[in-house]
């Protein structure tokens, strides 16, 4: 009886460790793809300054030309 309650006691500790590591590794998987995320926001976001920097430029350069 007392060894029954004991292994009842230990087996629901055991389901509940094993449903906060599952919870963890849900979190883990979406702060992974939140940072993939900013890494891709960040990304795309130097590419289009780039891009904007690159044209003024250009636009720059043709309106130097045009003035000689």
Request: glycine residues 4%.
């Amino acid at each position: 009886m007392f060894l029954d309650q004991e292994l009842k006691k230990i087996q629901e500790d055991k389901n509940r460790l094993a449903i906060c590591c599952d919870l963890r590794r849900r979190l883990v998987h979406i702060e992974v793809q939140g940072i993939c995320c900013v890494v891709r926001r960040t990304f795309s976001n130097l590419t289009l300054g780039l891009s904007v920097a690159e044209q003024i430029l250009s636009f720059l350069h043709e309106r130097k030309g045009s003035r000689r």
